[in-house]
């Protein structure tokens, strides 16, 4: 929890990795009446976020790891990561998670936001539909969408974000070819941590490329693209040539840089390193998603997130001690029935 407001971050990697959103065909209304426990307890402030996070896993997700989840775990990041702590103290306009992004039409246009303009599109009439603002509707879709991919942990959402003040300043969004002592630098400027990097770039784990490398376009960053685990980070580390897969400069960098290996190297190993990657990255994620924000402001309506689906009820060995055990597909697909059925086509 953040008792301040909140600034920390973006990854280099997300600002030129782009997650390709297909057009989603709109499917017939999700019944939005939820009849769990947590919904009979719910803060009256959150009842309302029930629709739109039916919306969003139903309509949008359709209930899974799909490239609109993959675009709005990107969106999130290129939405909170324009933040800096040096306009803050100048008074200048700044960036943060505000929700910009589905609000100014030109903001979407600019070529480090390339191909985010479908997930933009998709989200864009939730705002008025639901009576929420921008900034609470895309921070909730980006929260979703890691829960959406079987893996992904369940992070702290947060709603009640006033509506957007200014445009994200332009020029603030890191470049996966730059050193990575400026890398670095800029993350600092956002209030993030190299630990806290480290971590958050370990979505790559269920990211596309479609335009550092035009002939690449559409690669993915790991060999296990729906599944959010640890195998970026070995398979980056190892620089391991696998058909379909597009290694970042930023990622290699970051795996083999003085200033960074350390914290890369500590989400590099067995099972049981997945689920201190994933609480580690669910912190920082969270501290991206209050960036400029006041946290005292807001409602914590975390009741309202589906039920994450650990990785270790999905594999093969769950025993902790196998390395990138794989997907045992009759746990995966159980797991999917008991825990999105309600937004599965």
């Not at 989603?24 to 009979?40: F, G, L, P």
């Not at 997930?119 to 959406?148: M, Q, S, W």
Request: glycine content about 6%.
């Amino acid at each position: 929890m953040y008792s301040t407001i909140i600034r920390p971050l973006t990854l280099a990697a997300f600002l030129t990795c782009v997650a390709g959103a297909a057009t989603t065909e709109k499917r017939q209304a999700v019944d939005t009446t939820d009849t769990t426990a947590a919904a009979a307890k719910s803060n009256p402030v959150c009842t309302p976020y029930i629709a739109v996070r039916d919306a969003i896993m139903g309509d949008i997700f359709e209930g899974g790891c799909n490239d609109n989840t993959r675009a709005a775990v990107r969106l999130a990041f290129h939405d909170a990561g324009t933040f800096s702590l040096s306009l803050e103290a100048a008074g200048k306009d700044n960036g943060g998670a505000d929700g910009s992004m589905l609000v100014d039409p030109n903001e979407v246009l600019r070529p480090e936001n390339n191909g985010l303009q479908n997930i933009v599109a998709l989200l864009k009439p939730l705002p008025e539909r639901f009576n929420v603002t921008a900034g609470d509707v895309l921070h909730l879709a980006g929260t979703l969408a890691v829960l959406a991919c079987p893996g992904g942990p369940l992070i702290n959402t947060f709603v009640g974000r006033p509506p957007v003040k200014n445009i994200n300043p332009d020029g603030l969004l890191p470049d996966t070819h730059d050193k990575v002592s400026n890398l670095v630098n800029r993350f600092a400027d956002m209030g993030l941590t190299v630990r806290e990097t480290m971590a958050l770039i370990g979505a790559h784990t269920c990211a596309k490329q479609r335009f550092v490398s035009l002939a690449d376009a559409g690669d993915s960053m790991d060999t296990t693209v729906d599944i959010w685990d640890i195998r970026f980070y070995g398979e980056t580390q190892r620089n391991d040539t696998d058909a379909d897969v597009f290694r970042l400069p930023s990622d290699l960098a970051f795996s083999q840089d003085p200033l960074t290996k350390n914290d890369f190297s500590r989400f590099v190993g067995s099972l049981s390193v997945q689920e201190n990657w994933a609480s580690e990255y669910a912190d920082a994620h969270e501290k991206m998603s209050l960036l400029g924000q006041n946290v005292d402001d807001l409602t914590d309506c975390t009741e309202i997130m589906p039920a994450p689906i650990h990785l270790k009820d999905i594999v093969t060995d769950s025993s902790g001690g196998a390395v990138d055990p794989p997907v045992d597909p009759a746990k995966l697909q159980a797991e999917l029935q008991s825990t999105r059925e309600q937004w599965l086509p």
